[in-house]
Protein backbone atom coordinates (compact mmCIF):
# COMPACT_ATOMS: atom_id res chain seq x y z
CA UNK A 1 0.00 0.00 0.00
CA UNK A 2 1.09 3.62 -0.62
CA UNK A 3 0.38 7.13 1.04
CA UNK A 4 -2.29 8.40 -2.00
CA UNK A 5 -3.04 11.65 -0.30
CA UNK A 6 -1.84 13.87 2.11
CA UNK A 7 -3.91 17.14 4.28
CA UNK A 8 -2.85 19.72 5.82
CA UNK A 9 -3.64 22.89 8.16
CA UNK A 10 -1.94 25.12 9.92
CA UNK A 11 1.33 22.58 10.21
CA UNK A 12 4.89 24.52 10.18
CA UNK A 13 4.76 26.86 7.28
CA UNK A 14 1.51 25.30 5.32
CA UNK A 15 -1.30 27.35 5.54
CA UNK A 16 -3.35 24.31 3.69
CA UNK A 17 -2.17 22.05 1.97
CA UNK A 18 -3.72 19.32 -0.13
CA UNK A 19 -1.19 16.79 -2.38
CA UNK A 20 -1.63 13.62 -3.87
CA UNK A 21 1.10 11.09 -4.21
CA UNK A 22 2.22 8.92 -6.43
CA UNK A 23 3.70 4.92 -5.83
CA UNK A 24 7.58 4.67 -6.91
CA UNK A 25 9.80 7.48 -5.87
CA UNK A 26 8.69 11.06 -4.89
CA UNK A 27 11.30 13.82 -5.55
CA UNK A 28 11.08 16.91 -3.50
CA UNK A 29 13.02 19.46 -4.88
CA UNK A 30 13.38 23.18 -3.96
CA UNK A 31 15.73 25.35 -2.00
CA UNK A 32 16.69 25.70 0.90
CA UNK A 33 13.46 26.76 3.90
CA UNK A 34 10.94 26.31 1.43
CA UNK A 35 9.22 23.55 3.45
CA UNK A 36 10.67 19.93 2.13
CA UNK A 37 11.70 18.59 5.47
CA UNK A 38 7.92 20.04 6.60
CA UNK A 39 6.10 17.70 4.14
CA UNK A 40 8.03 14.74 5.10
CA UNK A 41 7.47 15.75 8.26
CA UNK A 42 3.92 15.23 8.22
CA UNK A 43 4.07 11.86 6.84
CA UNK A 44 6.19 10.71 9.60
CA UNK A 45 4.03 12.08 11.71
CA UNK A 46 1.00 10.48 10.90
CA UNK A 47 2.62 7.04 11.45
CA UNK A 48 4.20 8.06 14.69
CA UNK A 49 2.13 10.86 16.29
CA UNK A 50 5.33 12.64 16.69
CA UNK A 51 8.26 14.69 15.08
CA UNK A 52 11.78 13.60 13.87
CA UNK A 53 12.50 17.37 14.87
CA UNK A 54 11.51 18.06 18.02
CA UNK A 55 9.67 16.87 21.10
CA UNK A 56 7.16 19.46 21.14
CA UNK A 57 4.39 19.84 19.32
CA UNK A 58 3.73 22.84 19.76
CA UNK A 59 6.48 23.64 17.16
CA UNK A 60 4.59 22.01 14.55
CA UNK A 61 1.76 24.72 14.93
CA UNK A 62 2.06 27.43 12.30
CA UNK A 63 3.14 30.58 13.86
CA UNK A 64 0.26 32.32 15.12
CA UNK A 65 -2.00 29.67 15.01
CA UNK A 66 -3.82 27.48 17.94
CA UNK A 67 -3.97 24.12 16.07
CA UNK A 68 -2.97 21.84 13.23
CA UNK A 69 -4.89 19.25 11.52
CA UNK A 70 -3.02 16.47 8.98
CA UNK A 71 -4.53 13.66 7.55
CA UNK A 72 -3.11 11.01 5.00
CA UNK A 73 -4.86 8.50 2.93
CA UNK A 74 -3.14 4.90 2.86
CA UNK A 75 -4.88 2.53 0.64
CA UNK A 76 -8.48 2.60 2.26
CA UNK A 77 -7.17 3.66 5.68
CA UNK A 78 -7.44 7.81 6.56
CA UNK A 79 -4.91 8.60 9.70
CA UNK A 80 -5.73 12.04 10.77
CA UNK A 81 -4.08 14.03 13.76
CA UNK A 82 -5.57 16.93 15.54
CA UNK A 83 -3.60 19.15 17.88
CA UNK A 84 -4.63 21.84 20.03
CA UNK A 85 -2.72 21.42 23.58
CA UNK A 86 -3.45 17.86 22.79
CA UNK A 87 -2.75 15.68 20.61
CA UNK A 88 -5.97 13.55 18.96
CA UNK A 89 -5.59 10.55 16.60
CA UNK A 90 -8.69 9.25 14.37
CA UNK A 91 -8.38 6.13 12.18
CA UNK A 92 -10.97 5.85 9.43
CA UNK A 93 -13.03 8.45 11.57
CA UNK A 94 -12.78 6.72 14.84
CA UNK A 95 -10.94 8.53 17.91
CA UNK A 96 -8.33 6.34 18.82
CA UNK A 97 -8.43 6.37 23.03
CA UNK A 98 -4.98 4.69 23.35
CA UNK A 99 -2.61 6.09 20.67
CA UNK A 100 -0.21 3.07 21.12
CA UNK A 101 -3.25 1.20 19.63
CA UNK A 102 -2.68 3.38 15.92
CA UNK A 103 1.00 3.61 16.33
CA UNK A 104 2.33 3.13 12.94
CA UNK A 105 -0.79 2.03 10.99
CA UNK A 106 0.80 4.09 8.19
CA UNK A 107 4.04 2.17 8.24
CA UNK A 108 7.11 4.75 7.54
CA UNK A 109 10.87 4.68 8.05
CA UNK A 110 12.36 7.65 7.69
CA UNK A 111 16.19 8.26 7.40
CA UNK A 112 16.82 12.26 8.45
CA UNK A 113 20.00 14.12 8.88
CA UNK A 114 18.96 13.81 12.92
CA UNK A 115 19.78 10.13 12.38
CA UNK A 116 23.35 10.90 12.46
CA UNK A 117 22.96 10.87 16.21
CA UNK A 118 22.36 7.55 16.39
CA UNK A 119 25.33 6.55 15.71
CA UNK A 120 27.33 10.40 17.43
CA UNK A 121 24.83 11.13 19.91
CA UNK A 122 23.87 10.35 23.63
CA UNK A 123 22.21 6.57 24.54
CA UNK A 124 18.93 8.62 25.30
CA UNK A 125 19.21 8.78 21.03
CA UNK A 126 19.71 5.23 20.74
CA UNK A 127 17.07 4.24 23.15
CA UNK A 128 14.60 5.76 21.19
CA UNK A 129 15.68 4.24 17.78
CA UNK A 130 15.21 1.08 19.26
CA UNK A 131 11.77 1.77 21.06
CA UNK A 132 10.41 3.45 18.15
CA UNK A 133 12.05 0.33 15.89
CA UNK A 134 10.03 -2.38 18.02
CA UNK A 135 6.92 -0.67 18.79
CA UNK A 136 6.13 -0.47 14.97
CA UNK A 137 5.46 -4.29 14.83
CA UNK A 138 4.86 -4.97 19.04
CA UNK A 139 2.15 -2.10 19.91
CA UNK A 140 2.05 -3.64 23.45
CA UNK A 141 6.17 -2.58 23.80
CA UNK A 142 4.71 0.42 24.09
CA UNK A 143 2.48 -0.09 26.81
CA UNK A 144 5.06 -1.83 28.98
CA UNK A 145 7.91 0.81 28.56
CA UNK A 146 5.28 3.87 29.94
CA UNK A 147 4.29 1.51 32.72
CA UNK A 148 7.99 1.63 33.20
CA UNK A 149 9.09 4.80 33.28
CA UNK A 150 6.23 5.49 35.57
CA UNK A 151 7.22 3.06 37.79
CA UNK A 152 11.00 4.95 37.12
CA UNK A 153 9.52 8.27 38.35
CA UNK A 154 7.69 6.88 41.59
CA UNK A 155 10.88 5.14 42.73
CA UNK A 156 12.82 8.46 41.22
CA UNK A 157 10.65 11.20 43.75
CA UNK A 158 11.16 8.26 46.73
CA UNK A 159 15.03 8.37 46.32
CA UNK A 160 15.16 12.33 45.70
CA UNK A 161 13.48 12.70 48.94
CA UNK A 162 15.36 10.27 51.13
CA UNK A 163 18.04 10.70 53.32
CA UNK A 164 21.36 8.78 53.19
CA UNK A 165 21.51 5.91 55.64
CA UNK A 166 17.77 5.49 56.27
CA UNK A 167 15.75 3.10 55.17
CA UNK A 168 13.35 4.26 52.62
CA UNK A 169 10.06 2.59 52.90
CA UNK A 170 8.03 1.24 50.61
CA UNK A 171 10.91 1.46 47.76
CA UNK A 172 10.77 -2.58 47.20
CA UNK A 173 6.98 -2.64 45.85
CA UNK A 174 8.15 0.28 42.91
CA UNK A 175 11.68 -1.89 42.45
CA UNK A 176 9.48 -4.64 41.80
CA UNK A 177 7.52 -2.82 39.13
CA UNK A 178 10.35 -1.84 37.30
CA UNK A 179 12.09 -5.28 37.61
CA UNK A 180 9.02 -7.24 36.03
CA UNK A 181 8.65 -4.73 33.00
CA UNK A 182 12.27 -4.65 32.74
CA UNK A 183 12.37 -8.15 31.59
CA UNK A 184 10.15 -7.90 28.53
CA UNK A 185 11.47 -4.40 27.77
CA UNK A 186 15.11 -6.16 27.46
CA UNK A 187 14.18 -9.14 25.69
CA UNK A 188 12.58 -7.05 23.02
CA UNK A 189 15.19 -5.31 22.65
CA UNK A 190 17.87 -7.92 22.60
CA UNK A 191 15.96 -9.80 19.64
CA UNK A 192 15.41 -6.70 17.74
CA UNK A 193 19.13 -6.11 17.42
CA UNK A 194 20.05 -9.48 16.58
CA UNK A 195 17.06 -9.34 14.06
CA UNK A 196 18.28 -5.66 12.93
CA UNK A 197 21.96 -7.10 12.31
CA UNK A 198 21.14 -9.68 10.55
CA UNK A 199 19.59 -7.25 8.00
CA UNK A 200 22.27 -4.25 7.96
CA UNK A 201 25.33 -6.76 8.04
CA UNK A 202 24.58 -7.36 3.90
CA UNK A 203 23.28 -3.62 3.61
CA UNK A 204 26.40 -2.33 5.43
CA UNK A 205 28.36 -4.89 3.22
CA UNK A 206 27.09 -3.44 -0.20
CA UNK A 207 28.05 0.08 0.52
CA UNK A 208 31.10 -0.14 2.10
CA UNK A 209 32.78 -3.64 1.75
CA UNK A 210 33.00 -3.65 5.05
CA UNK A 211 31.42 -5.47 7.78
CA UNK A 212 29.66 -3.84 11.09
CA UNK A 213 29.19 -5.28 14.94
CA UNK A 214 26.09 -4.12 16.66
CA UNK A 215 25.96 -5.45 20.12
CA UNK A 216 23.03 -4.81 23.32
CA UNK A 217 24.90 -2.89 26.60
CA UNK A 218 22.98 -3.70 29.54
CA UNK A 219 22.19 -0.95 31.93
CA UNK A 220 21.70 -3.63 34.65
CA UNK A 221 22.48 -6.52 36.13
CA UNK A 222 19.08 -8.24 34.87
CA UNK A 223 19.40 -11.54 36.10
CA UNK A 224 19.58 -10.28 40.08
CA UNK A 225 17.84 -6.16 39.55
CA UNK A 226 16.48 -6.41 42.85
CA UNK A 227 19.96 -7.37 44.84
CA UNK A 228 21.39 -4.46 42.33
CA UNK A 229 18.88 -1.93 44.18
CA UNK A 230 19.89 -2.90 47.31
CA UNK A 231 23.65 -2.85 47.20
CA UNK A 232 23.67 0.38 45.32
CA UNK A 233 20.91 2.17 47.55
CA UNK A 234 23.91 4.76 49.31
CA UNK A 235 24.59 5.91 45.36
CA UNK A 236 21.29 5.70 44.02
CA UNK A 237 19.89 8.42 47.14
CA UNK A 238 23.58 10.49 46.78
CA UNK A 239 21.91 10.71 43.02
CA UNK A 240 18.84 10.93 43.65
CA UNK A 241 17.94 9.24 40.86
CA UNK A 242 17.88 5.70 39.81
CA UNK A 243 21.05 4.49 37.89
CA UNK A 244 20.36 0.87 36.87
CA UNK A 245 17.66 -0.26 34.55
CA UNK A 246 16.37 -0.16 30.65
CA UNK A 247 16.76 3.74 30.86
CA UNK A 248 20.48 3.14 31.13
CA UNK A 249 21.07 0.98 28.11
CA UNK A 250 22.57 1.26 24.77
CA UNK A 251 23.56 0.00 21.74
CA UNK A 252 27.23 -0.25 20.82
CA UNK A 253 28.37 -0.38 16.93
CA UNK A 254 31.29 -1.42 15.25
CA UNK A 255 33.57 -1.41 12.65
CA UNK A 256 37.08 -2.81 11.89
CA UNK A 257 36.68 -3.84 15.37
CA UNK A 258 36.70 -0.84 17.00
CA UNK A 259 33.85 1.35 18.48
CA UNK A 260 32.07 3.60 15.27
CA UNK A 261 30.83 6.27 17.18
CA UNK A 262 34.74 7.07 19.03
CA UNK A 263 36.78 6.25 15.77
CA UNK A 264 34.86 6.17 12.60
CA UNK A 265 34.93 8.81 9.63
CA UNK A 266 32.30 11.02 9.13
CA UNK A 267 31.52 9.35 6.18
CA UNK A 268 31.26 5.80 7.78
CA UNK A 269 28.85 7.16 10.43
CA UNK A 270 26.61 8.75 7.71
CA UNK A 271 27.01 4.90 5.34
CA UNK A 272 25.90 3.49 9.24
CA UNK A 273 23.05 5.40 9.89
CA UNK A 274 22.09 4.82 6.23
CA UNK A 275 22.01 1.18 6.72
CA UNK A 276 20.40 1.18 10.10
CA UNK A 277 17.38 2.43 8.10
CA UNK A 278 17.35 0.13 5.31
CA UNK A 279 17.83 -2.65 7.93
CA UNK A 280 14.92 -1.70 9.61
CA UNK A 281 12.80 -1.11 6.39
CA UNK A 282 13.66 -4.63 4.86
CA UNK A 283 13.09 -6.16 8.85
CA UNK A 284 9.36 -4.28 9.02
CA UNK A 285 8.46 -5.96 5.69
CA UNK A 286 9.42 -9.45 6.58
CA UNK A 287 7.43 -8.56 9.47
CA UNK A 288 4.42 -6.58 8.92
CA UNK A 289 4.43 -8.53 5.41
CA UNK A 290 3.97 -4.68 3.82
CA UNK A 291 6.50 -2.16 2.47
CA UNK A 292 6.92 0.64 5.08
CA UNK A 293 6.86 4.59 3.11
CA UNK A 294 10.61 5.62 2.97
CA UNK A 295 11.16 8.54 3.52
CA UNK A 296 14.60 10.41 2.47
CA UNK A 297 15.42 13.74 4.40
CA UNK A 298 18.41 14.73 2.83
CA UNK A 299 21.15 12.33 4.10
CA UNK A 300 22.29 11.60 0.55
CA UNK A 301 23.02 15.14 -1.05
CA UNK A 302 26.77 14.11 -0.56
CA UNK A 303 26.80 10.83 -1.50
CA UNK A 304 29.37 9.99 -4.30
CA UNK A 305 28.16 8.70 -7.66
CA UNK A 306 28.67 5.05 -6.62
CA UNK A 307 27.37 5.25 -3.27
CA UNK A 308 24.07 7.12 -5.04
CA UNK A 309 23.97 4.16 -7.37
CA UNK A 310 23.61 1.26 -4.72
CA UNK A 311 21.29 3.51 -2.90
CA UNK A 312 18.97 3.81 -5.58
CA UNK A 313 19.04 -0.01 -6.20
CA UNK A 314 18.45 -0.06 -2.93
CA UNK A 315 15.70 1.73 -2.97
CA UNK A 316 13.91 0.32 -5.77
CA UNK A 317 12.51 -2.47 -3.32
CA UNK A 318 9.95 -0.05 -2.01
CA UNK A 319 6.35 1.14 -3.17
CA UNK A 320 6.82 4.15 -2.23
CA UNK A 321 9.51 6.50 -1.20
CA UNK A 322 9.69 10.19 -0.77
CA UNK A 323 12.93 11.84 -1.27
CA UNK A 324 13.30 15.40 0.31
CA UNK A 325 16.55 17.48 -1.34
CA UNK A 326 17.68 20.16 -3.02
CA UNK A 327 19.83 18.11 -5.61
CA UNK A 328 18.49 19.20 -8.93
CA UNK A 329 20.47 16.61 -10.53
CA UNK A 330 18.62 13.57 -8.88
CA UNK A 331 15.59 14.05 -11.59
CA UNK A 332 18.15 12.81 -14.58
CA UNK A 333 18.33 9.41 -12.88
CA UNK A 334 14.78 7.72 -13.64
CA UNK A 335 11.38 8.04 -13.88
CA UNK A 336 10.96 10.01 -11.01
CA UNK A 337 7.61 11.65 -9.93
CA UNK A 338 8.90 15.17 -9.29
CA UNK A 339 7.37 17.94 -6.32
CA UNK A 340 8.44 21.29 -6.62
CA UNK A 341 8.30 23.49 -3.52
CA UNK A 342 8.83 27.17 -4.47
CA UNK A 343 7.75 30.20 -2.48
CA UNK A 344 5.53 32.62 -3.58
CA UNK A 345 4.70 35.99 -1.59
CA UNK A 346 6.27 34.06 1.60
CA UNK A 347 3.83 31.46 1.56
CA UNK A 348 4.88 27.58 -0.21
CA UNK A 349 3.45 26.58 -3.54
CA UNK A 350 3.77 22.89 -4.98
CA UNK A 351 4.17 22.23 -8.13
CA UNK A 352 3.83 18.18 -9.08
CA UNK A 353 5.30 17.29 -12.75
CA UNK A 354 4.26 19.81 -15.25
CA UNK A 355 0.96 19.52 -13.82
CA UNK A 356 -0.77 23.09 -12.59
CA UNK A 357 0.04 24.02 -9.05
CA UNK A 358 -1.55 23.40 -5.91
CA UNK A 359 -2.54 26.30 -4.16
CA UNK A 360 -1.38 26.46 -0.67
CA UNK B 1 -5.74 46.15 36.58
CA UNK B 2 -6.13 43.03 38.12
CA UNK B 3 -9.33 40.94 38.35
CA UNK B 4 -11.30 41.80 41.44
CA UNK B 5 -10.81 40.12 45.08
CA UNK B 6 -13.46 37.70 45.10
CA UNK B 7 -13.24 36.76 41.27
CA UNK B 8 -9.45 35.61 42.15
CA UNK B 9 -10.37 33.59 45.06
CA UNK B 10 -12.76 31.66 42.81
CA UNK B 11 -10.18 30.55 40.42
CA UNK B 12 -7.82 29.73 43.24
CA UNK B 13 -10.64 27.93 45.08
CA UNK B 14 -10.95 25.85 41.80
CA UNK B 15 -7.59 25.35 40.85
CA UNK B 16 -7.57 22.73 44.44
CA UNK B 17 -9.80 20.60 42.02
CA UNK B 18 -7.41 17.61 40.56
CA UNK B 19 -6.60 18.26 37.10
CA UNK B 20 -7.47 21.97 37.15
CA UNK B 21 -4.69 24.73 36.42
CA UNK B 22 -5.07 28.06 36.52
CA UNK B 23 -6.33 28.88 32.81
CA UNK B 24 -9.16 25.69 33.00
CA UNK B 25 -9.76 27.53 36.18
CA UNK B 26 -10.23 30.83 34.94
CA UNK B 27 -12.48 29.44 32.01
CA UNK B 28 -14.28 27.90 34.32
CA UNK B 29 -15.08 30.93 36.62
CA UNK B 30 -16.00 32.90 33.82
CA UNK B 31 -18.09 30.54 32.50
CA UNK B 32 -20.00 30.61 35.66
CA UNK B 33 -20.22 33.74 35.55
CA UNK B 34 -21.88 33.81 32.00
CA UNK B 35 -24.47 31.53 33.32
CA UNK B 36 -25.32 32.26 37.24
CA UNK B 37 -28.40 29.94 36.95
CA UNK B 38 -26.59 27.04 36.26
CA UNK B 39 -23.54 28.36 38.93
CA UNK B 40 -26.12 28.43 41.54
CA UNK B 41 -27.41 24.75 40.90
CA UNK B 42 -23.56 23.44 41.04
CA UNK B 43 -23.58 25.68 44.44
CA UNK B 44 -27.24 23.41 45.53
CA UNK B 45 -25.87 20.43 44.69
CA UNK B 46 -22.33 20.75 46.27
CA UNK B 47 -24.08 22.27 49.58
CA UNK B 48 -26.29 18.85 48.96
CA UNK B 49 -23.81 16.29 48.68
CA UNK B 50 -21.24 17.81 51.80
CA UNK B 51 -24.18 17.60 53.74
CA UNK B 52 -25.61 14.42 53.02
CA UNK B 53 -23.03 12.05 51.56
CA UNK B 54 -20.66 10.19 54.20
CA UNK B 55 -18.34 7.57 53.37
CA UNK B 56 -19.67 4.14 54.37
CA UNK B 57 -18.08 3.14 58.55
CA UNK B 58 -17.40 -0.25 56.64
CA UNK B 59 -16.51 -0.02 53.23
CA UNK B 60 -15.39 3.43 52.49
CA UNK B 61 -17.52 3.98 49.59
CA UNK B 62 -19.90 7.17 49.63
CA UNK B 63 -23.14 6.99 50.49
CA UNK B 64 -26.65 8.58 51.96
CA UNK B 65 -26.96 5.69 54.87
CA UNK B 66 -24.52 4.47 56.88
CA UNK B 67 -23.47 1.35 56.21
CA UNK B 68 -24.31 1.43 52.49
CA UNK B 69 -26.87 -0.90 50.96
CA UNK B 70 -24.33 -3.31 49.92
CA UNK B 71 -22.78 -3.69 53.34
CA UNK B 72 -26.16 -3.57 54.85
CA UNK B 73 -27.63 -6.23 52.26
CA UNK B 74 -28.16 -9.52 53.36
CA UNK B 75 -28.44 -11.46 49.54
CA UNK B 76 -24.32 -11.00 49.46
CA UNK B 77 -21.89 -13.14 50.21
CA UNK B 78 -19.84 -11.83 52.72
CA UNK B 79 -16.94 -14.12 52.69
CA UNK B 80 -16.18 -12.44 49.82
CA UNK B 81 -14.53 -9.13 49.55
CA UNK B 82 -13.45 -6.66 46.10
CA UNK B 83 -11.04 -4.13 47.03
CA UNK B 84 -11.07 -1.40 44.72
CA UNK B 85 -9.00 1.93 44.03
CA UNK B 86 -12.14 4.37 44.53
CA UNK B 87 -16.09 4.59 44.47
CA UNK B 88 -16.45 4.88 41.02
CA UNK B 89 -15.02 1.46 40.54
CA UNK B 90 -17.79 -0.30 42.94
CA UNK B 91 -20.23 1.42 40.78
CA UNK B 92 -19.06 -0.31 37.58
CA UNK B 93 -19.04 -3.49 39.09
CA UNK B 94 -22.59 -3.09 40.45
CA UNK B 95 -23.21 -1.95 37.35
CA UNK B 96 -21.95 -4.80 35.49
CA UNK B 97 -24.00 -7.35 38.09
CA UNK B 98 -20.58 -9.28 38.15
CA UNK B 99 -20.07 -9.80 41.97
CA UNK B 100 -21.98 -10.08 44.56
CA UNK B 101 -19.80 -9.90 47.49
CA UNK B 102 -18.67 -6.94 49.75
CA UNK B 103 -16.57 -4.02 48.45
CA UNK B 104 -13.52 -2.33 50.24
CA UNK B 105 -12.38 1.22 49.24
CA UNK B 106 -8.79 1.99 49.54
CA UNK B 107 -9.42 5.78 48.65
CA UNK B 108 -6.04 6.45 46.33
CA UNK B 109 -2.92 4.12 45.30
CA UNK B 110 0.31 4.14 46.39
CA UNK B 111 2.42 7.01 44.61
CA UNK B 112 5.21 8.77 46.25
CA UNK B 113 5.28 11.14 43.22
CA UNK B 114 1.60 12.61 44.98
CA UNK B 115 2.88 12.29 48.24
CA UNK B 116 0.61 9.24 48.92
CA UNK B 117 2.21 6.37 51.05
CA UNK B 118 0.02 3.52 52.82
CA UNK B 119 -0.96 5.24 55.66
CA UNK B 120 -3.48 7.74 53.29
CA UNK B 121 -5.14 4.64 52.29
CA UNK B 122 -7.61 2.42 54.13
CA UNK B 123 -5.17 -0.19 54.52
CA UNK B 124 -5.96 -0.80 58.15
CA UNK B 125 -9.09 -1.13 58.07
CA UNK B 126 -9.15 -3.52 55.20
CA UNK B 127 -6.88 -6.21 57.44
CA UNK B 128 -9.14 -5.53 60.10
CA UNK B 129 -12.11 -6.73 58.08
CA UNK B 130 -9.47 -9.66 56.76
CA UNK B 131 -8.99 -10.92 60.79
CA UNK B 132 -12.57 -11.20 60.99
CA UNK B 133 -12.23 -14.15 58.79
CA UNK B 134 -12.91 -13.95 55.44
CA UNK B 135 -12.74 -16.72 52.61
CA UNK B 136 -11.46 -14.65 49.52
CA UNK B 137 -9.81 -11.19 48.95
CA UNK B 138 -10.13 -9.70 45.14
CA UNK B 139 -7.24 -7.49 44.34
CA UNK B 140 -9.10 -4.89 41.88
CA UNK B 141 -6.63 -2.44 41.39
CA UNK B 142 -6.53 -0.57 37.65
CA UNK B 143 -3.60 -2.35 35.95
CA UNK B 144 -1.69 0.80 35.91
CA UNK B 145 1.83 1.02 37.83
CA UNK B 146 0.26 2.64 40.53
CA UNK B 147 -2.59 -0.69 40.63
CA UNK B 148 -0.29 -2.90 40.51
CA UNK B 149 2.18 -1.95 42.85
CA UNK B 150 -1.09 -1.19 45.18
CA UNK B 151 -2.06 -4.65 44.12
CA UNK B 152 1.53 -6.04 45.19
CA UNK B 153 1.63 -3.88 48.47
CA UNK B 154 -1.81 -5.45 49.86
CA UNK B 155 -0.73 -9.04 48.29
CA UNK B 156 2.47 -8.75 50.44
CA UNK B 157 0.37 -7.46 53.53
CA UNK B 158 -2.41 -10.23 53.67
CA UNK B 159 0.14 -13.37 52.86
CA UNK B 160 0.01 -13.99 56.40
CA UNK B 161 -3.13 -14.34 56.67
CA UNK B 162 -5.31 -17.53 56.08
CA UNK B 163 -7.01 -16.21 52.64
CA UNK B 164 -7.13 -16.73 49.30
CA UNK B 165 -5.75 -13.59 47.29
CA UNK B 166 -6.95 -13.25 43.78
CA UNK B 167 -5.90 -10.14 41.09
CA UNK B 168 -8.68 -9.62 38.42
CA UNK B 169 -7.41 -10.95 35.01
CA UNK B 170 -6.04 -8.30 32.32
CA UNK B 171 -9.01 -8.25 30.39
CA UNK B 172 -8.72 -4.57 30.87
CA UNK B 173 -6.04 -3.39 28.49
CA UNK B 174 -2.64 -1.83 30.76
CA UNK B 175 -3.02 1.15 31.76
CA UNK B 176 -6.77 1.26 31.63
CA UNK B 177 -9.37 2.43 33.84
CA UNK B 178 -12.01 0.19 35.34
CA UNK B 179 -14.10 3.53 35.63
CA UNK B 180 -14.07 3.36 31.49
CA UNK B 181 -13.69 -0.65 31.02
CA UNK B 182 -17.42 -2.05 29.27
CA UNK B 183 -19.66 -4.32 31.19
CA UNK B 184 -17.79 -7.62 29.38
CA UNK B 185 -14.65 -6.76 29.77
CA UNK B 186 -15.65 -6.60 33.50
CA UNK B 187 -17.19 -9.74 33.38
CA UNK B 188 -14.36 -11.30 31.70
CA UNK B 189 -12.19 -9.55 34.00
CA UNK B 190 -13.94 -10.74 37.21
CA UNK B 191 -14.51 -14.12 35.88
CA UNK B 192 -10.67 -14.48 35.18
CA UNK B 193 -9.37 -13.83 38.35
CA UNK B 194 -6.20 -15.80 39.47
CA UNK B 195 -4.94 -16.67 42.62
CA UNK B 196 -2.16 -14.14 43.67
CA UNK B 197 0.69 -14.90 44.09
CA UNK B 198 4.58 -14.03 44.37
N1 LIG C 1 5.69 26.58 13.09
C1 LIG C 1 6.01 27.16 11.92
N2 LIG C 1 5.17 28.04 11.33
C2 LIG C 1 5.49 28.62 10.15
N3 LIG C 1 6.64 28.39 9.49
C3 LIG C 1 7.50 27.54 10.02
C4 LIG C 1 7.24 26.88 11.25
N4 LIG C 1 8.29 26.07 11.54
C5 LIG C 1 9.17 26.24 10.53
N5 LIG C 1 8.71 27.12 9.62
C6 LIG C 1 9.37 27.56 8.40
O1 LIG C 1 9.61 26.47 7.58
C7 LIG C 1 10.79 26.71 6.84
C8 LIG C 1 11.72 25.56 6.90
O2 LIG C 1 11.14 24.51 6.24
P1 LIG C 1 11.93 23.16 6.01
O3 LIG C 1 12.75 22.84 7.18
O4 LIG C 1 10.94 22.18 5.55
O5 LIG C 1 12.88 23.60 4.82
P2 LIG C 1 13.59 22.68 3.75
O6 LIG C 1 12.93 22.91 2.46
O7 LIG C 1 13.66 21.31 4.24
O8 LIG C 1 15.01 23.36 3.74
P3 LIG C 1 16.49 22.71 3.67
O9 LIG C 1 16.75 22.45 2.24
O10 LIG C 1 17.35 23.79 4.21
O11 LIG C 1 16.46 21.49 4.51
C9 LIG C 1 11.45 27.91 7.41
O12 LIG C 1 11.26 28.98 6.54
C10 LIG C 1 10.72 28.15 8.70
O13 LIG C 1 10.59 29.51 8.99
MG1 LIG D 1 15.16 20.14 5.07
ZN1 LIG E 1 -20.38 -0.10 52.66
Same mark, same amino acid.
Given at each position: MYLKSLYAKNF????? @?? @?? $? *??????? @?GDNGVGKTNLVEIVYFLSTFGSFRTPNDDDLVRFGESYFIISGMYGDVKVEVRYADKKKVLVNKVKQERLSNAFSTIPVIALTSSDLEIVDGAPVRRRR?????? !??????????? !??? !????????? $? $???????? *?? !?GIEIWEKQLAMNASPIVTARKDYINRLLHYAVPVFYSLTGQDIEIAYKEGADYENLMEQFKQMRKKEIERGYTLYGPHRDDIIFKTKGHSAKVSASFGIKRLITIALRIAQARMLTQIRGEEPILILDEMIGELDKEKLELLSDLLMDYEQVLIATTREDLQERGDYNIYRIEERDGAPFIRKGAETIHSI | MKPPRVFSRLTESLQVLP??????????????LSYPEEGMMIVESLEKVLSEIKFCSICGNITVEDPCSVCSSSDRDRKKICIVEKPMDVFAIERAGVFDGLYHVLGGLLSPLDGKGPEDLRIEEMVKRVKEGLNEVIIATNPTTEGE???MFIRDILKTFNVKITRIARGIPVGADLDFADEITLLRAMEGRMEYKE
Open positions: RNFKT @LK @LD $L *EPGINLI @LFMNIGI !SMYKRPYIDIL !SLY !SRALKQRNS $L $LKHATTGK *EI !S | GIGKKSAERMAFYLATA
